[in-house]
């Protein structure tokens, strides 16, 4: 019985995901986007199959998982190459067919009678009262008024069956939404258009442009023609005057042309990559050599309370990153930081930690060994464990020091094994974008460069503020150097995977 | 062991203790410094170590207490602490649970079925994990732009979407999972299976209740990695009311309204409870991180 009911919710779960995913699939497709709704049509068609086909039961079982891991690891990936062949940036952000849309969409007021209005409010949206000259009123449907694009809607005349309108909206509501109801065009059952002008009056309006051959357009107020340009990716006049918004093309090797060839990219790009290395480099160095030395230390059977050692030692890696990096920020503040105050009572001095390059870097250094020794402590320890006794009893009895036991025995017997590990810390900080941003944000800035770069900018930070926070939000370049990222990554995972076979097949 | 230990040794063992201790104390300092801030009065007031006059504003604010200023002003907190505390344990807590369910059903195929491509699919989980996402930001928010058009509460500045940003990233999850599930015998699930059990039941009933340790070790793993992941939530929330605790945290530091004093005490506040949780689970973290890749 338990058994039986079981199994039919499971069956009715099953079909309401199923008509569920069914609806999207039919809203994408309504929304114009054919492919996308194709690919969602594949995956529930790939779902229907795993779970009703017996041969695929194993599938069952992964389906989820490898779904989520396609859709948000490996799609973004795979997304990622495909932007670094665009211009995709904030001044090419529509897709072709939406800037097309947006121009058609475009008005601009003609003579003709004018239509006084008032906005009501319709709970969290609103609607639009008109009122001609002759007294006929018509009212829109209720409009949420945050669109940032230009949109059409029909009117209709006000019947005594429609619910009666709530009190108009005050002077100063209107004036908050003016904005987007300057984008509204008000289609009225005549078949003429209206759209706002001032704050009491609707003016009628005709289309800016109407479609003409080959998908140019024609401007109705001066008869001249704009004509697509898909190398561009923007609508141009004849005289070749590029009209915004641009659309999304794609442009080829362009942005890694403009990486390794134009001077004004390739050149911060070389240095920020320079220190990207360096960076990641002297932070290996750092960590590993203070996480060996304290693991030899708390591997020294002669020291006592090694266990409270460990967990005082190991605090910094426990402590979530976002907090301790943002501690240290106040703490090297240069004017209200503790450290600065210490150093002034002491030397009389006030390093510029935050506006000097050199001192900048030196400030990410300490922290990030502060916050990377313990993993490379314990790791350390583990392989120090590893390590025979024998070979130390031997060495005592030859007379050796501490200082010979560890250059001699410890340090070329842990080398191997550690270096893949090493190697993980190298790409790990080489791409470390959170100490980065909330430390230094990538500043003091380069003051002799063309796009915003910082002298302790990592190349995923520079990425990050190409794409995010730059003005010109050049989303196509960031992916194009995100892509060169990469391939960077996939070689040291490669070298680490080689060295990781090596070693794994001598200790066997 | 009956060595001879000359007085050298007892100076060098004196001197490690020195040294591991002065060394600490550096370390920790920091720490102690926060803390010492946070009890200070005002957001830019230095003194010693140990504050001369303890004043509790910057915690009433971090719990969002309003308090009454010196020049008799109320003061309300800026930010909602607390709140996002909230955001980021729910966000962690959420992906914690779905990553742990998508990543113990894959790994009870990947242990105990046959299926083809079975070691290339393990092997390329893995290779994806590799790159972070940090690299594919970009092409994160366009997607999460795109879905927000159909499914306006999995878009954009919604705490649906950062949920499902972090699902994806259950790789090595999977590998944890099938490593403990490789140690169990796998006679117990036959013998439920001649019993009469299905494949699921033999899973969902006599598997399962073995496992709960690992499960619950990647439970852990999973929620702290949402509560300290930076990126992704930076740059799909935006709204001030929504942020988790790890992009919110940087906006006490801001040049134009520093507020040093209520950061200590905000941090300590949100810092000490994920800090106990990280030590709980640092054991099972590490091993995770050194084994994880390496084993096969």
């Given at each position: 019985m338990?058994?039986k009911?079981?199994?039919?919710?499971?069956?009715?779960?099953?079909?309401?995901?199923?008509?569920?995913?069914?609806?999207?699939?039919?809203?994408?497709?309504?929304?114009?986007?054919?492919l996308?709704?194709l690919?969602?049509?594949?995956?529930?068609?790939?779902a229907?199959?795993?779970?009703?086909?017996?041969?695929?039961?194993?599938?069952?079982?992964?389906?989820?998982?490898l779904?989520?891991?396609?859709?948000?690891?490996?799609?973004?990936?795979?997304y990622?190459?495909?932007?670094?062949?665009?211009?995709?940036?904030?001044?090419?952000?529509?897709?072709?067919?939406?800037?097309?849309?947006?121009?058609?969409?475009?008005?601009?007021?003609?003579?003709?009678?004018?239509?006084?209005?008032?906005?009501?409010?319709?709970?969290?949206?609103?609607?639009?009262?008109?009122?001609?000259?002759?007294?006929?009123?018509?009212?829109?449907?209720?409009?949420?008024?945050?669109?940032?694009?230009?949109v059409?809607?029909?009117?209709?005349a006000?019947?005594?069956?429609?619910?009666?309108?709530?009190?108009?909206?005050?002077?100063?509501?209107?004036?908050?939404?003016?904005?987007?109801?300057?984008?509204?065009a008000?289609?009225?059952?005549?078949?003429?258009?209206?759209?706002?002008?001032?704050?009491?009056?609707?003016a009628?309006?005709r289309?800016?442009?109407?479609?003409?051959?080959?998908?140019?357009?024609?401007?109705?107020?001066?008869?001249?023609?704009?004509?697509?340009?898909?190398?561009?990716?923007?609508?141009?006049?004849?005289?070749?005057?590029q009209?915004?918004p641009?659309?999304k093309?794609?442009?080829?090797?362009?942005?890694?042309?403009?990486?390794?060839?134009?001077?004004?990219?390739?050149?911060?790009?070389?240095?920020?990559?320079?220190?990207?290395?360096?960076?990641?480099?002297?932070?290996?160095?750092?960590?590993?050599?203070?996480?060996?030395?304290?693991?030899?230390?708390?591997?020294?059977?002669?020291?006592?309370?090694?266990?409270?050692?460990?967990?005082?030692?190991?605090?910094?890696?426990?402590?979530?990153?976002?907090?301790?990096?943002?501690?240290?920020?106040?703490?090297?503040?240069?004017?209200?930081?503790e450290?600065?105050?210490?150093?002034?009572?002491?030397?009389?001095?006030?390093?510029?930690?935050?506006?000097?390059?050199?001192?900048?870097?030196v400030?990410?250094?300490?922290?990030?060994?502060?916050?990377?020794?313990?993993?490379?402590?314990?790791?350390?320890?583990?392989?120090?464990?590893?390590?025979?006794?024998?070979?130390?009893?031997?060495?005592?009895?030859?007379?050796?020091?501490?200082?010979?036991?560890?250059?001699?025995?410890?340090?070329?017997?842990?080398?191997?094994?550690?270096?893949?590990?090493?190697?993980?810390?190298?790409?790990?900080?080489?791409?470390?974008?959170?100490?980065?941003?909330?430390?230094?944000?990538?500043?003091?800035?380069?003051l002799?460069?063309?796009?915003?770069a910082?002298t302790?900018?990592?190349?995923?930070?520079?990425?990050?503020?190409?794409?995010?926070?730059?003005?010109?939000?050049?989303?196509?370049?960031?992916a194009?150097?995100?892509?060169?990222?990469?391939v960077?990554?996939?070689?040291?995972?490669?070298?680490?995977?080689?060295?990781?076979?090596?070693?794994?097949?001598?200790?066997? | 062991?009956?060595?001879?230990?000359?007085?050298s040794?007892?100076?060098?063992?004196?001197l490690?203790?020195?040294?591991?201790?002065?060394?600490?104390?550096?370390?920790?300092?920091?720490?102690?410094?926060?803390?010492?801030?946070?009890?200070?009065?005002?957001?830019?007031?230095?003194?010693d170590?140990?504050?001369?006059?303890?004043?509790?504003?910057?915690?009433?604010l971090?719990?969002?207490?309003?308090?009454?200023?010196?020049?008799?002003?109320?003061?309300?907190?800026?930010?909602?602490?607390?709140?996002?505390?909230?955001?980021?344990?729910?966000?962690?807590?959420?992906?914690?649970?779905?990553?742990?369910?998508?990543?113990?059903?894959c790994?009870?195929?990947?242990?105990?079925?046959?299926?083809?491509?079975?070691?290339?699919?393990?092997?390329?989980?893995?290779?994806?994990?590799?790159?972070?996402?940090?690299?594919a930001?970009?092409?994160?928010?366009a997607?999460?732009?795109?879905?927000?058009?159909?499914?306006?509460?999995?878009?954009?500045?919604?705490?649906?979407?950062?949920?499902?940003?972090?699902t994806?990233?259950?790789?090595?999850?999977?590998?944890?999972?099938?490593g403990?599930?490789?140690?169990?015998?796998?006679?117990?699930?036959?013998?439920?299976?001649?019993?009469?059990?299905?494949a699921?039941?033999?899973?969902?009933?006599?598997?399962?209740?073995?496992?709960?340790?690992?499960?619950?070790?990647?439970?852990?793993?999973?929620?702290?990695?949402?509560?300290?992941?930076?990126?992704?939530?930076?740059?799909l929330?935006?709204?001030?009311?929504?942020?988790?605790?790890?992009v919110?945290?940087?906006?006490?530091?801001?040049?134009?309204?520093?507020?040093?004093?209520?950061?200590?005490?905000?941090?300590?506040?949100?810092?000490?409870?994920?800090?106990?949780?990280?030590?709980?689970?640092?054991?099972?973290?590490?091993s995770?991180?050194?084994?994880?890749?390496?084993?096969?």
């Amino acid at each position: 019985m338990g058994r039986k009911l079981e199994k039919w919710v499971l069956l009715a779960v099953a079909a309401v995901l199923l008509l569920a995913g069914l609806f999207l699939t039919y809203k994408i497709y309504i929304a114009g986007q054919p492919l996308l709704a194709l690919v969602c049509l594949a995956i529930l068609g790939t779902a229907v199959y795993v779970y009703s086909a017996v041969r695929a039961y194993a599938f069952r079982y992964l389906f989820p998982g490898l779904l989520a891991a396609v859709v948000f690891v490996l799609f973004p990936l795979i997304y990622t190459f495909a932007i670094g062949f665009t211009n995709f940036s904030s001044k090419n952000l529509l897709t072709y067919e939406r800037a097309r849309q947006y121009f058609l969409d475009e008005t601009y007021t003609v003579d003709g009678d004018r239509l006084a209005f008032t906005l009501h409010r319709d709970g969290n949206a609103f609607r639009i009262r008109l009122q001609d000259e002759k007294g006929g009123t018509f009212v829109t449907p209720a409009l949420a008024l945050k669109q940032a694009e230009p949109v059409s809607v029909d009117a209709h005349a006000l019947a005594p069956s429609d619910p009666p309108l709530t009190e108009a909206v005050d002077l100063k509501t209107l004036i908050q939404n003016l904005k987007a109801l300057k984008q509204v065009a008000v289609k009225l059952p005549n078949g003429a258009a209206a759209s706002v002008e001032g704050l009491h009056e609707f003016a009628p309006v005709r289309p800016l442009y109407v479609a003409g051959a080959e998908g140019a357009l024609v401007n109705q107020q001066d008869q001249s023609v704009i004509k697509p340009n898909f190398t561009t990716g923007f609508f141009e006049s004849s005289t070749g005057e590029q009209i915004k918004p641009g659309f999304k093309v794609g442009i080829g090797w362009a942005n890694f042309k403009h990486i390794f060839t134009e001077r004004s990219f390739s050149e911060p790009f070389l240095r920020i990559f320079l220190w990207t290395i360096i960076f990641s480099g002297l932070t290996v160095v750092f960590t590993f050599g203070v996480g060996v030395v304290l693991a030899v230390l708390l591997n020294w059977e002669a020291l006592r309370f090694r266990g409270f050692y460990r967990v005082m030692l190991f605090l910094p890696y426990a402590v979530p990153g976002f907090i301790s990096i943002l501690v240290f920020k106040g703490l090297f503040n240069e004017n209200f930081g503790e450290l600065n105050a210490m150093l002034n009572m002491l030397f009389g001095v006030r390093p510029a930690w935050f506006s000097d390059p050199l001192l900048a870097k030196v400030m990410l250094l300490i922290v990030n060994t502060w916050l990377g020794y313990p993993y490379m402590m314990v790791l350390c320890m583990g392989l120090i464990k590893a390590i025979p006794a024998d070979l130390y009893e031997a060495s005592a009895i030859a007379g050796a020091g501490p200082l010979t036991n560890f250059f001699r025995i410890t340090l070329p017997l842990i080398a191997r094994p550690i270096m893949p590990l090493l190697i993980s810390s190298f790409a790990f900080n080489f791409n470390n974008f959170v100490l980065i941003s909330l430390l230094t944000g990538g500043r003091p800035d380069f003051l002799d460069t063309k796009v915003p770069a910082g002298t302790t900018d990592l190349l995923v930070s520079y990425t990050y503020r190409i794409a995010f926070e730059d003005s010109g939000q050049n989303f196509g370049l960031a992916a194009a150097i995100s892509t060169v990222i990469f391939v960077m990554v996939a070689i040291l995972s490669l070298v680490n995977l080689r060295l990781t076979k090596v070693t794994q097949t001598e200790t066997r | 062991m009956a060595v001879v230990l000359d007085k050298s040794h007892r100076w060098r063992v004196a001197l490690a203790h020195l040294g591991v201790i002065a060394f600490i104390a550096t370390v920790i300092f920091p720490f102690l410094l926060i803390l010492s801030i946070s009890l200070r009065p005002g957001n830019f007031a230095s003194g010693d170590l140990i504050p001369s006059h303890i004043s509790l504003e910057h915690w009433r604010l971090a719990l969002g207490i309003a308090y009454q200023g010196p020049d008799g002003q109320l003061v309300e907190p800026q930010f909602n602490v607390l709140r996002w505390l909230w955001n980021s344990i729910k966000v962690a807590g959420m992906s914690a649970i779905i990553g742990l369910f998508l990543s113990t059903t894959c790994a009870y195929a990947f242990a105990r079925m046959q299926f083809v491509f079975k070691k290339q699919l393990m092997s390329s989980l893995l290779l994806m994990q590799m790159f972070p996402s940090v690299l594919a930001l970009v092409a994160i928010y366009a997607i999460f732009d795109q879905i927000g058009v159909y499914i306006p509460w999995l878009g954009i500045d919604t705490h649906g979407g950062l949920v499902l940003a972090y699902t994806g990233g259950i790789a090595l999850h999977i590998w944890t999972i099938k490593g403990y599930f490789d140690t169990i015998p796998t006679e117990i699930e036959e013998a439920a299976k001649v019993d009469g059990a299905t494949a699921f039941q033999a899973f969902r009933y006599v598997l399962l209740p073995m496992a709960v340790p690992i499960l619950m070790v990647v439970f852990l793993l999973a929620f702290i990695q949402g509560i300290i992941e930076y990126p992704i939530a930076s740059v799909l929330l935006h709204e001030k009311d929504n942020l988790t605790l790890a992009v919110g945290a940087k906006q006490f530091l801001y040049p134009q309204h520093y507020r040093w004093g209520d950061f200590a005490a905000a941090a300590i506040l949100s810092g000490l409870p994920i800090t106990a949780v990280f030590l709980l689970a640092q054991r099972w973290m590490i091993s995770g991180l050194t084994s994880g890749g390496v084993k096969g």
